[in-house]
């Protein structure tokens, strides 16, 4: 029958392993060193996790779906996520080093406030992070470092040291997606490609009037991609949000539509997706710099 074990303390997980914790908001790990195997299916963590995988040992699913990874990738997960983890090897010792940190580490630090930017926390599908052996070096060091200031014991700056350190291997890993994003970009291209299919679509049919305006997710998921790693891709290739650019095709749109002068602005608004006529207006003058109204005056008299 599947276990599941909701993870909710940094000594919870060492505890299974059979490894030491040197502090209950943090631990390096090493599962090299494992003393106990894993036994659990399920797990809903409660504690942010990044695991540095050297070898394909397990089968991960994030949902519903299977992270695709192989040698040298890096999964990540934060509180309130659910994973399905299945081993593919009977080996109590596996070649696997991570970080696991608990929110309340974070609690009054700058990391705290900036965390939800590092958006490869909520990766999914095929998204895991393939790292070059030169970027291993990298991650492996910034661990080191992470579990020699927690070899030294705590002192008054050690919390502070390791937030920063902490931060710093985020920061590492946000350059490796980013240069990740610009070495797929054949394939990101084709992803634009869909996206800018399905966004015609959903305009020139009746979805718009139907369902309201678009979400980013709407999209994410009609690519099989989450919503924060199609965000960044996209802002990597294009400069832009997904957001912006729906904003900037309903404004084209618009514009187009109130050329003709038998469509009222409260049915253009409607046809777009907008519920309110006035949210309309007030996304079209942000944009364009004037009321729907004045521009429509204005073209007339062109």
């Given at each position: 029958?599947?276990?599941?074990?909701?993870?909710?303390?940094?000594?919870?997980?060492?505890?299974?392993?059979?490894?030491?914790?040197?502090?209950?908001?943090?631990?390096?790990?090493?599962?090299?060193?494992?003393?106990?195997?894993?036994?659990?299916?399920?797990?809903?963590?409660?504690?942010?996790?990044?695991?540095?995988?050297?070898?394909?040992?397990?089968?991960?699913?994030?949902?519903?779906?299977?992270?695709?990874?192989?040698?040298?990738?890096?999964?990540?997960?934060?509180?309130?996520?659910?994973?399905?983890?299945?081993?593919?090897?009977?080996?109590?010792?596996?070649?696997?080093l991570?970080?696991?940190?608990?929110?309340?580490?974070?609690?009054?630090?700058?990391?705290?406030?900036?965390?939800?930017?590092?958006?490869?926390?909520?990766?999914?599908?095929?998204?895991?992070?393939?790292?070059?052996?030169?970027?291993?070096?990298?991650?492996?060091?910034?661990?080191?470092?992470?579990?020699?200031?927690l070899?030294?014991?705590?002192?008054?700056?050690?919390?502070?040291?390791?937030?920063?350190?902490?931060?710093?291997?985020?920061?590492?890993?946000?350059?490796?997606?980013?240069?990740?994003?610009?070495?797929?970009?054949?394939?990101?291209?084709?992803?634009?490609?869909?996206?800018?299919?399905?966004?015609?679509?959903?305009?020139?049919?009746?979805?718009?009037?139907?369902?309201?305006l678009?979400?980013?997710k709407?999209?994410?998921?009609?690519?099989?991609l989450?919503?924060?790693?199609?965000?960044?891709?996209f802002?990597?290739?294009?400069?832009?949000?997904?957001?912006?650019?729906?904003?900037?095709?309903?404004?084209?749109?618009?514009?187009?539509?109130?050329?003709?002068?038998?469509?009222?602005?409260?049915?253009?608004?409607?046809?777009?997706?907008?519920?309110?006529?006035?949210?309309?207006?007030?996304?079209?003058?942000?944009?364009?710099?004037?009321?729907?109204?004045?521009?429509?005056?204005?073209?007339?008299?062109?």
């Amino acid at each position: 029958m599947d276990k599941i074990l909701n993870l909710d303390s940094v000594d919870q997980y060492n505890s299974l392993y059979g490894l030491e914790t040197l502090n209950p908001l943090v631990s390096v790990i090493d599962l090299n060193k494992a003393t106990r195997q894993m036994d659990y299916v399920h797990w809903n963590y409660g504690v942010y996790a990044l695991y540095l995988k050297l070898e394909k040992a397990c089968d991960i699913k994030y949902g519903r779906r299977s992270y695709d990874y192989q040698e040298g990738t890096v999964v990540c997960f934060a509180p309130g996520q659910t994973t399905e983890t299945t081993l593919t090897t009977d080996r109590v010792q596996l070649n696997v080093l991570g970080i696991l940190f608990h929110p309340d580490l974070l609690r009054g630090t700058t990391l705290g406030k900036t965390i939800k930017k590092y958006t490869f926390f909520s990766y999914e599908v095929s998204e895991a992070l393939h790292l070059s052996e030169d970027e291993r070096n990298i991650m492996t060091d910034c661990l080191k470092i992470i579990r020699m200031e927690l070899e030294r014991g705590v002192d008054k700056h050690s919390k502070t040291l390791l937030v920063n350190y902490i931060e710093l291997l985020l920061n590492y890993c946000m350059r490796f997606y980013e240069r990740q994003f610009a070495t797929r970009s054949h394939s990101n291209h084709d992803v634009l490609t869909r996206f800018e299919g399905l966004l015609d679509d959903y305009f020139e049919g009746e979805l718009a009037e139907r369902d309201g305006l678009p979400t980013v997710k709407y999209f994410a998921d009609k690519l099989c991609l989450s919503s924060n790693y199609f965000g960044d891709m996209f802002k990597k290739e294009t400069g832009k949000t997904p957001q912006e650019y729906i904003q900037e095709k309903v404004i084209e749109l618009a514009k187009e539509r109130m050329s003709d002068r038998r469509e009222t602005v409260s049915r253009v608004a409607y046809s777009l997706g907008f519920q309110y006529p006035q949210h309309f207006c007030r996304l079209f003058k942000k944009r364009v710099g004037c009321t729907p109204n004045e521009y429509r005056a204005q073209n007339l008299l062109l």
